[in-house]
C-alpha cells in the first residue's frame, strides 16, 4: 500500500481580543478550503493553536489592561463588538506593560492554560460562527500547548546556527539567517518577552519533523517573518511553503482591527445580514466563492456587500446544478478532480479550485466534491 505524503497546515491565528472582520474571514476560509481538499490526497494536520500565541505582549497586554480598568466585568454577557472596542481602548492608550506587570498572566498561561474570561467569551462566540459557517474547528477552545519551552526553543535555534542569545548581556535573542541573505530579526526582548516568531518556534519546531510537506498561511504583510520562518523550518526531505493571504479594504482602506471602524462588517453582522433567507449549504459555499475566488489572493478589491450577495445567488445555482447532475452521473473521483489543483506540491491550492467553479461552460460541479469541500 502506497504511503500517503504528511501534511502540515499552520495558519497564523487571529487574537481572541476583537470581532472576526473580512480580512479574518477570508483567511480562514482560505485554510478550511485547503484543509478539506487536501485531506482527500494526504494525511493533514490542521494546527492552529491559541494557547501557544497567548504569552505574546498583544495578548498578555489586553488582559492586564482590562484587570486594570474593567475591575470585575462580567465578560460572559458582552458581544464580540463590546469587547473589540476595549481593544480598540487598549491600543490607543500607548501604554506598553512592563514585563513585571505581564508575569503573572504568562506563568498562568505556561502554567495550566488559563485564559482570560474576555478572550474566552470570544473565543465561544467565534465557535459559533464556525459552525455557521461550516468551519472546521481545529480546537478554538481547546488548551494546546506548544511543544518547546521558550529557553529549549533558543538552545536550539543556536545549536542550530539560526539563533544569536545576547540574554545574559542583558539583551535580547534574534533568529539569525543572514547567511540566507536575510536580516537579523530579535524574537525575544532584553527583558524576555517573546514575540509572535518565538512562539511560532516553539509550537513548530518540534512539529515539522514530521511531515513531508509544511504550509504556512500568513497575513501579506507579515511577508518578511515568515521568509524567515521558512528558512529556519525547511530541512532534509521536507519542504516549506508560504501562502501569504492579501487582507480585504474597507472602502478602499487596509487597516489594522485595533483602529476600530468595523463594526458594519464583522462576520456576526455579515451572518445577520444574509438572514434566513439562504439554506445552509448556499451560505458555505456563496461565501468561500466569494473570499476565496472572487477576492482571490491578493488584496486590491474592497469589501463589497452586493458581490458577496451574488455569490450566494450562484451557489444556489451552482447546488441545483449539481445535484441534477448526480441523478445521472457515475460515481465520482473526487481525487482525481482535486489533483488537478495542485502544482509541484501536495496540497490543493484554494483559489485554482474555488475559481474552476464560476466558469459558464462545462459540466455542473460535482456534487460529492461541493459536499467534501465546501459544505
Known amino acids: 500500500m502506497t504511503r500517503r505524503p504528511t501534511v502540515l497546515l499552520a495558519p497564523i491565528t487571529v487574537t481572541p481580543a476583537k470581532p472576526l472582520t473580512p480580512s479574518h ?18 494525511d493533514v494536520t490542521y494546527r492552529y493553536s491559541h494557547t501557544t500565541y497567548h504569552p505574546t505582549e498583544q495578548t498578555l497586554g489586553f488582559w492586564e489592561f482590562l484587570d486594570r480598568t474593567g475591575g ?7 458581544t464580540e463588538e463590546q469587547i473589540g472596542e476595549l481593544y480598540v481602548r487598549y491600543r490607543a492608550e500607548g501604554r506598553r506593560p512592563t514585563a513585571e506587570d505581564l508575569r503573572p498572566y504568562e506563568e498562568a498561561v505556561e502554567s495550566g492554560g488559563w485564559v482570560h474570561p474576555a478572550s474566552a467569551r470570544v473565543l465561544r462566540l467565534w465557535a459559533g460562527h464556525y459552525a455557521r459557517l461550516g468551519l472546521h474547528d481545529p480546537g478554538l477552545e481547546r488548551h494546546q500547548p506548544p511543544g518547546l519551552g521558550l529557553d529549549e526553543t533558543i ?4 545549536s542550530a546556527g539560526t539563533g544569536l542569545d545576547h540574554r545574559d548581556y542583558g539583551g535580547p535573542v534574534y533568529l539569525d539567517a543572514t547567511r540566507f541573505g536575510l536580516p537579523l530579526r530579535q524574537i525575544v526582548s532584553p527583558d524576555g518577552r517573546p514575540n509572535y516568531l518565538a512562539c511560532a518556534l516553539r509550537e513548530l519546531l518540534p512539529l515539522v519533523p514530521h511531515y513531508d510537506e509544511v504550509v504556512l498561511l500568513y497575513d501579506r504583510e507579515l511577508d518578511p517573518d515568515y521568509q524567515l520562518l521558512q528558512r529556519v523550518l525547511a530541512g532534509p526531505g521536507r519542504t516549506v511553503h508560504r501562502v501569504p493571504v492579501g ?20 462576520v456576526d453582522a455579515l451572518l445577520r445580514a444574509m438572514g434566513d433567507d439562504h439554506e445552509p449549504a448556499v451560505r458555505r459555499l456563496g461565501m468561500r466563492l466569494y473570499f476565496v475566488a472572487t477576492l482571490g489572493p491578493g488584496q486590491a478589491q474592497s469589501f463589497r456587500h452586493d458581490l ?7 451557489a444556489e445555482r451552482l ?14 473521483d473526487v481525487p482525481t478532480a482535486l489533483a488537478r489543483h495542485r502544482r509541484d506540491h501536495t496540497y490543493v491550492d484554494p483559489y485554482r479550485l474555488t475559481s474552476s467553479l464560476l466558469g459558464k461552460k ?10 467534501t469541500v465546501y459544505l
Open 155 to 158: 538552545d536550539r535555534l543556536v
Open 319 to 332: 447546488l441545483d446544478r449539481s445535484a441534477a447532475a448526480a441523478r445521472s452521473d457515475g460515481p465520482p
Open 25 to 42: 474571514l477570508k483567511g480562514l476560509l482560505w485554510t478550511d478550503v485547503m484543509f478539506r481538499a487536501t485531506a482527500q490526497l494526504a
Open 308 to 314: 458577496l450577495r451574488q455569490c450566494l445567488l450562484r
Open 72 to 78: 470585575d466585568t462580567d465578560y460572559t454577557t458582552l
Open 362 to 371: 462545462g459540466p455542473a460541479p460535482d456534487r460529492a466534491l461541493l459536499s
Open 247 to 266: 487582507r480585504v479594504p474597507l472602502d478602499g482602506k487596509i487597516t489594522s482591527a485595533r483602529h476600530g471602524g468595523w463594526h458594519a462588517y464583522t
